[in-house]
């Protein structure tokens, strides 16, 4: 029961985290249900009117791109335009691979909107075979998704020397990043006391981005912002695109040396009481 408290700060359990904790993306959507139904005397963090957004990937990738921020070329299917005869379902497939051709979409990357943490994300084996398409697309909807995100395949993303970068913002304020890549799961920069080095002009470049992000995102949390992640890689057009916005994000301190590692805990600890100050 969620009624009766002046302030719910999600940011370390969110409904799409709910999804894939009972592997049930119904749970994550009782979970926006329970938040939706909380009056206007309660405070939350984020707002609805952030995570209505933000938990329907095809939703928030037209917001970004349409804030002239880059991101991969993206279809999208909803479950409501999934037909229930197999000639149609079909001729939906068909569609989709045309379309993959005409786009010049050699390789194409398939995730489901309510999955996190790559759960049931893959690369499509053959852009070209419907067979295929029509096994993913059925397989994935059965499993209760309700959209399916089709992105272009960025072959440079998260491939050495290009890293996805996962930028950590407290409020408006960057504070870390943890990089990936092909040949190591997680590391913190070596500009910030880790071991991966990148270019510096490539980190200025990631924090300008991220800088845009935020501010296009700020005005759907009322001016007030907690914990965002941000995760950036290479590239579309020469640039590097934003890939995911987490808003209950893992942290991954253990890469990040000394004391340094509970410097996050501080700063959003500090965040929250600003944000119940401010209100």
Partial sequence: ????????FYNFFDPIAA?????????GLQMEKLLHKLDSKTFLMPSTKFTNLQHDKCKYYKYLSDSGIPIAPTHCLSKKEW?????????????????FKKEKWNRVFVKPVMGTSGTDADELEDP???SELLSVISDLFKKKYPKIVFQKFIAKFAIHPNPE????????????????DDRQASASLKQEGGTYTIKDSTLVQVKKLGAKVIKAIKPLFNGQLLLT???VGCCVKGKHFVNEIEYAPGFYTSFINGDKKFMIDSLIGDQMLKIIGSK
Avoid at 19 to 27: I, M, R, S, T
Avoid at 83 to 99: G, Q, T, Y
């Fill in 1 to 8: 029961n969620l009624k009766g408290y002046d302030y719910i």
């Fill in 19 to 27: 999804a894939v904790l009972y592997n049930d993306p119904n749970k």
């Fill in 83 to 99: 037909p229930k005869d197999n000639d149609s379902k079909l001729a939906v497939c068909k569609r989709l691979v045309s379309l």
């Fill in 128 to 130: 070209k075979d419907t």
């Fill in 165 to 180: 970068i996962k930028m950590y913002y407290v409020g408006d304020s960057y504070v870390y990043s943890v990089v990936m």
């Fill in 229 to 231: 992640r941000i995760d």
